[in-house]
């Protein structure tokens, strides 16, 4: 059974960095082809891709935010944290980490999400 | 990075009806689609992934269709536990993208 769940702040002030971990459970990390991303959403809109991480330690970032984040892996651990600094109230979202697996990069599996918010 | 275009943003139908959403994608991207379903207060769902391969477990009255820029997903006959938001991913380049969503919702 593949599981994953976020685990970070629930409330960060301004220009604060948030660090997040997706502890996951059934698969792993060190597998070929295997990746583990986060997206997020703001409350009432759309879900938006901010980076990725595959089992080769091959880093992807959203363009966008790119120099705000940064993503790393423990394998041994079967976690993956994600940092952006910097933060700013339009930053407050739901932070969601996904499995992507395989040679395709869209998303089978996915934490629960948790949510951000950004106020002071 | 690609665009996507999803349309309507929300769709009002009634159980047993036929529902059509449509993703369309800035440049080509193939058949790089993914479609997910997502409740309120709940993680997305993985629907469809290469445009039209149906995900495990996932009923057979949900469908994808297209290539290139304009895609399809389509729900055969509307069940009570289909009113939700759907989404577009395109992952043709490694610069992941979502559409805006469309709601589905009861007539």
């Known amino acids: ?120 | 990075d690609i665009q996507m275009t999803q349309s309507p943003s929300t769709l009002s139908a009634s159980v047993g009806d036929r529902v059509t959403i449509t993703c369309r994608a800035s440049q080509s991207i193939s058949s790089w689609l993914a479609w997910y379903q997502q409740k309120p207060g709940k993680a997305p769902k993985l629907l469809i992934y290469k445009a039209s391969s149906l995900e495990s477990g996932v009923p057979s009255r949900f469908s994808g269709s297209g290539s290139g820029t304009e895609f399809t997903l389509t729900i055969s006959s509307l069940q009570p536990d289909d009113f939700a938001t759907y989404y577009c991913q395109q992952y043709n380049s490694y610069s992941l993208t979502f559409g805006g969503g469309t709601k589905v919702e009861i007539k």
Not at chain 1, 1 to 26: A, D, N, R
Not at chain 1, 93 to 98: G, I, L, V
């Open chain 1, 1 to 120: 059974q593949i599981t994953l769940k976020e685990s970070g702040p629930t409330l960060v002030k301004p220009t604060q960095t948030l660090t997040l971990t997706c502890t996951f459970s059934g698969f792993s990390l060190s597998t070929s082809g295997v990746g583990v991303g986060w997206i997020r959403q703001p409350p009432g809109k759309a879900l938006e891709w901010l980076a990725l991480i595959y089992w080769d330690d091959d880093k992807r970032y959203s363009p966008s935010l790119k120099s705000r984040l940064t993503i790393t892996k423990d394998t041994s651990k079967n976690q993956v944290v994600l940092t952006m600094t910097n933060m700013d109230p339009v930053d407050t979202a739901t932070y969601y980490c996904a499995r992507q697996a395989g040679a395709e990069y869209y998303f089978d599996y996915w934490g629960q999400g948790t949510l951000v918010t950004v106020s002071s």
